[in-house]
């Protein structure tokens, strides 16, 4: 008779333990992984004393692929249901309805006085892609993290109402570690993400994340794009209206 191996028994545990062992099971990997992987990029870069670009490059790449990974593997040891693949046509509308809302946004801050024109940078082409994957990259690891694996590990143990609470309160949550932030400020921004959490877990229809995930991509690749390529220029009392958080 085969033993199973220590990763086996260790899985067998989390799928045995309560709603928050098995979150705080789940994040405490994560945070694992990834001390684990900044350990090894800086041995290979030779120890530095300033990372370089291209391992900070790499962190984030394998820092999102160990949570693809992790996710699936979770979601596979819970018993959940695999994925539907993208729906074009909720994932097209996602993407308009966060473009739309932006617009609109930015249309009466514009109106209002509480942001201007900017003067366009020259590598905005550049700066359209880098946005566009980021947007994708960002948008699909969150959501299949947060309305994906926790909404659906809350659901097996809470109420619809109540999963869905718990799943926006954690993704508001590690978007907020930030020392410069005010108390102000804080509140403000962890209001605004959790709102956003709501909301995009209402988007999701059944097993299928198009029109939420088009919808935070439009977001996403949107206001980085504004920010980066200086499209508008917000005053710091208005920033938070940039949709960039």
Known sequence: MRKDLPWERLGESWRRASLSGQIAGFWLTVLCGAAALA?????????????????????????????????????????????????????????????????????????AGWASVGRLAQSWP?????????????????????RGLMLDLGRRRLSERAATHLQAGIYALPHLLRSDLSLTAWLNALVSL??????????????DLSCGLGLHAAWIGCSSFAATAGLLVWPPAFHSLSGGG
């Open 39 to 111: 350990g090894l990029l800086w041995l290979c870069a030779g120890r530095p004393a300033a990372i370089p670009a291209w391992a900070e490059a790499a962190y984030v790449a394998g820092l999102y692929a160990w949570l693809w990974l992790l996710c699936a593997w979770a979601r596979r040891l819970a018993g959940l249901p695999p994925w539907r693949s993208l729906n074009p046509m909720p994932l097209a509308l996602g993407a308009g309805l966060g473009m739309l809302c932006l617009g609109l946004l930015w249309g009466l801050s514009l109106g």
């Open 126 to 146: 550049q700066l359209v892609l880098q946005a566009c994957l980021m947007a994708i990259a960002v948008a699909m690891i969150e959501e299949r993290v947060f």
């Open 194 to 207: 959790w709102l956003t959490g709501l909301l995009l877990a209402k988007l999701r229809k059944g097993n």
